[in-house]
């Protein structure tokens, strides 16, 4: 099944998420469609699944045009879609999760789950699938979970699969695995959209390449002859510079000293497990791994945040196991949180007073019970022009601002006050590449003031080019540590999956 | 700080130039508004439904406007009754600005009231500078403990607000009956329930009797108006305000920031019961001179509704307090001229409260009144 869209425009108010957007969607071919987050790729994609009526162009199936007035007659046209984020019943098995919606009944709306099993079975062998339809999905891992979603889809007859950032959550090597079963898929006829960001992954699985800024179809390449800067220059509008320009670190003293650290999650269970860690002055250290093996605990235990179960936590030769994330604050630990809309900041709070969110207690902010909001709005002002926060005023909402700006507005928060210590997790997740750059620029500006700065983060790419050491974290435990100098690729990504260092 | 002292470059100029988002006039404006007026109509519709004649429809606002506002002594009336439920509302308003559901306005108002007339009778020989603010001030901190109580359940063991504070209405309705019942709260000789009467050096000042013995407007809106100043600089001024609404809006923000929410938690419960208590103080030193079983006359359920007429602001809750106020004044006009029962008011009430909850329901009623189509961005 071929798709075509032609002159695709989607507004929202004043914003144009499309605008007169047209590609192609061939059968037996990967189509890879490349843009930084806001570039206009989910949009593009809830048109074609049904979500979204365009206001403007049409959608062609076969040379055929197309209505889609829900979901439900995208899925039945055979176009689905793979969400980033899993949209599983956890406590569900395999099969039952596939055939959710659509089950198979007998006489009397009798489940007849031996025939969804088998259907299950059959979809996974015709693949190279491989999943027990009986297991319970909570207990599988991510990738084996992202399997059963594409089984959910090919079970409802698509022949056009989209993937939506497919990557996001898999290790090195399940990355390789999910490209042999694309190949796989496309050989079998289907036509695959794969949605990504990351450079690398398109070059190498796609068989052609859309890129998307600012709502439009900026250009196509071909991957064989294409490169990575080419790329990246199409995607954001400018030449890129992927690696931070840095000096060697010159370490001091050490400064965070953890030792034998554990910590438990919300459901009581071991998070970390007995992590050991020292962070000494102008130093990066990089914390790489798959998300959920523990360096969410983590943070937050360093943060004050969260209980230490067992172990001790020194900063400045002082043992702060036990303090509050207040009294770490005023020691001089700043952090960055992993996700700013649910603990970095307030949205419906104006930047002014996201940006004292964690200093309003002391001066020159307040004193006593009073606030000073003239001395905040000034102080503000400071930090919205040196750290670069694009807004037209202090008094918008932190929720009116792009990704990018809320994260430079936190990173400004947190860096703009005397810091020994800053802790980022996951500082540039789902923020356009020049607020990246922008932001890793700083961290390694306050390093090489000589503060020590933890680095938590998800994308190998960030640890590799700010880390002057590299810790793997799999399973709550360090699985490999690693001097940046000399580091490869590969033996990071074995760690991260869990074989030995 | 040195570099400050200098002139400001244009770009941080333009930073600081108000923004006009801080103020959402459909939010704030509209929506009330409209509610109000929809209300008012279905009200005139219910009445024509059950056999009520038009011109009697007729009177009967025109009774509801003219008891309400249309004279001096409907104008004390009003702001009599406006009083207890803006105070009550402001309390209300302060635990939705931080998150919390307080159902409890009214058991605090019973355990304030309650304590306001015990001082207000028992203690003898004191000028009114003395007596006055001490069972005010009874008022305030039995309230006070009364929020504060399920505030406390909340921060230790995670009780949920709604449940605790239902329970403790309850627990202070039936206490009251009891009280009532028995010495040394009865009044000696009386066999209903019913309290000592509050002497008169702890009586709320009447303020118009200058003017009319018969207006009983009295200083408890004095003290309504500097709550609501008061409420105002406490959320909006203070470092306490700024973690009450950083929790209300996002609590694990401000639990990363630093905040601890158990005891924000407890200080919103107790400041919004001394608010709540204040108001039964202010019923019964101001109004009534005693307590009897349902003396807030539910203003502690009413000030639920304003806190969301309110939209949880002071200023908005003052106007939200004075237009139940009308109702409640006018009301009782609209039964002595038009014969119209004054359970209408109530029905009036509960679909304003049913329009404002649901924003999108005046949207579709009055699409002319909104802008198009916000974006719905994802």
Redesign the interface.
């Given at each position: 099944m071929d798709i075509e869209l032609r002159g695709i425009t989607k507004r929202?108010?004043?914003?144009v998420?499309n605008n007169n957007i047209s590609l192609k969607i061939r059968a037996g071919e990967v189509l890879g469609l490349l843009g930084e987050n806001g570039a206009g790729k989910?949009t593009l994609m809830?048109v074609l699944s049904g979500l979204y009526r365009p206001d403007e162009g049409e959608i062609l199936i076969d040379g055929k045009p197309t209505r889609f007035e829900s979901a439900g007659d995208a899925i039945r046209a055979g176009i689905g879609m793979v969400h980033q984020h899993f949209m599983l019943v956890p406590v569900f098995t395999v099969a039952e999760n596939v055939v959710l919606g659509v089950e198979p009944v007998g006489p009397l709306d009798h489940l007849d789950l031996a025939t969804a099993r088998e259907q299950v079975r059959k979809i996974s062998a015709e693949h190279g699938l491989d999943v027990d339809p009986d297991a319970i999905i909570e207990e599988l891992p991510v990738g084996t979970q992202q399997r059963v979603e594409i089984i959910k889809v090919l079970f409802r007859s698509a022949s056009v699969l989209i993937f939506d950032e497919p990557t996001a959550v898999l290790t090195p090597q399940e990355v390789t695995e999910f490209f042999g079963i694309l190949r796989s898929l496309r050989d079998a006829g289907k036509a695959l959209v794969f949605i990504t960001h990351k450079l690398h992954e398109v070059l190498e699985v796609a068989d052609r390449i859309n890129v998307l800024r600012g709502g439009k179809v900026v250009g196509e390449a071909e991957p064989k002859t294409a490169t990575e800067a080419e790329l990246a220059e199409m995607m954001v509008g400018r030449a890129v510079h992927f690696q931070v320009e840095k000096r060697p670190a010159r370490p001091g003293p050490a400064l965070l000293e953890v030792r034998d650290l554990m910590v438990t999650n919300e459901r009581d269970e071991l998070a970390v497990d007995g992590v050991s860690l020292t962070v000494r002055q102008g130093e990066v250290v990089g914390v790489a791994g798959v998300q959920g093996n523990g360096q969410t605990e983590l943070v937050e235990a360093l943060?004050?945040?969260r209980p230490i179960v067992r172990g001790s936590v020194s900063f400045l030769g002082r043992d702060i196991t036990r303090a509050?994330?207040?009294e770490r604050?005023l020691l001089g630990i700043a952090?960055v949180?992993e996700d700013r809309h649910?603990?970095?900041?307030?949205?419906?709070?104006?930047i002014a007073?996201n940006m004292v969110?964690?200093s309003?207690?002391d001066e020159?902010y307040?004193t006593?019970?009073?606030?000073h909001?003239p001395a905040v709005?000034?102080v503000c002002?400071?930090n919205?022009?040196e750290f670069d926060v694009r807004?037209?005023?202090?008094?918008?909402?932190a929720d009116?601002l792009s990704g990018g700006n809320q994260q430079k507005l936190i990173v400004a928060r947190e860096l703009s006050r005397n810091v020994k210590l800053v802790i980022a997790a996951q500082p540039t997740r789902g923020i356009d590449v020049g607020s990246i750059e922008y932001i890793h620029k700083r961290i390694i500006a306050a390093r090489d003031a000589g503060v020590g700065v933890l680095i938590v983060s998800t994308e190998l790419d960030e640890i590799l080019s700010l880390s002057d050491h590299v810790l793997v974290m799999f399973r709550g435990r360090i699985a490999g540590e690693f001097d940046a100098a000399n580091v490869s690729r590969s033996s990071i990504g074995l760690a991260m999956a869990g074989a030995a260092a | 700080m040195s570099d400050y002292i200098r002139q400001e470059t244009a770009e941080e100029a333009a930073l600081t130039r108000a923004s006009a988002v801080r103020f959402d006039v459909e939010q704030l404006l509209i929506v009330p508004v409209l509610a109000v007026a929809l209300a008012i109509l279905l009200g005139g519709l219910t009445m024509l439904a059950t056999g009520v004649s038009v011109p009697t429809v007729g009177q009967a606002f025109a009774a509801l406007f003219t008891g309400s506002f249309g004279s001096l002594s409907a104008i004390s009336e009003t702001l009599t009754a406006a009083a207890p439920i803006t105070l009550a509302a402001l309390g209300v308003a302060l635990g939705f600005r931080a998150g919390l559901f307080n159902i409890g306005a009214e058991g605090q108002m019973i355990a304030g009231g309650m304590a306001a007339v015990t001082v207000g009778f028992s203690l003898t020989g004191l000028p009114v500078f003395v007596h006055l603010p001490l069972a005010l001030l009874a008022g305030i901190a039995a309230g006070a403990i009364w929020g504060a109580i399920p505030g406390w359940l909340k921060a230790t063991t995670g009780a949920h607000e709604v449940i605790t504070t239902i329970m403790l209405n309850l627990i202070a309705m039936q206490l009251t009956n009891f009280l009532l019942r028995n010495p040394p709260i009865q009044k000696p000789g009386r066999h209903d329930p019913v309290s000592s009467s509050v002497l008169s050096s702890a009586e709320l000042p009447k303020l118009l009797t200058w003017l009319d013995p018969n207006l009983r407007l009295n200083a408890g809106i004095i003290i309504t108006l500097v709550m609501v100043l008061l409420v105002y600089w406490l959320l909006f001024r203070t470092t306490l305000g700024f973690e009450f609404r950083a929790s209300g809006l996002n609590p694990s923000a401000a639990r990363y920031a630093g905040m601890r929410s158990s005891l924000i938690i407890v200080a919103v419960m107790a400041i919004g019961g001394a608010l709540a208590g204040l108001a039964g103080a202010n019923q019964v030193l101001g109004v009534l001179g005693r307590a009897t079983p349902g003396f807030t006359g539910g203003a502690g359920f009413n000030a639920i509704a304003v806190a969301l007429l309110g939209r949880s602001h002071p200023a908005g809750v003052l106007i939200a307090g004075i237009l139940f106020g009308a109702l409640d004044a006018g009301g009782r006009q609209m039964q002595v001229e038009a014969g119209v029962r004054i359970d209408l008011i109530a029905i009036i009430q509960a679909l304003i409260i049913a329009f404002v909850a649901a924003p999108m329901l005046m949207r579709a009623a009055f699409p002319w009144a909104f802008r198009k189509n916000k974006p719905a961005r994802p």
């Open positions: 929202f108010g004043d914003l998420a989910s809830n943060a004050g945040l509050s994330a207040r604050h952090h949180p649910r603990s970095g900041m307030v949205g419906e709070f104006d007073e969110l964690d309003y207690y020159p307040s006593g019970l009073t606030m909001w709005h000034k002002v400071k919205v022009i807004t037209p005023s202090i008094y918008a909402l009116h | -």
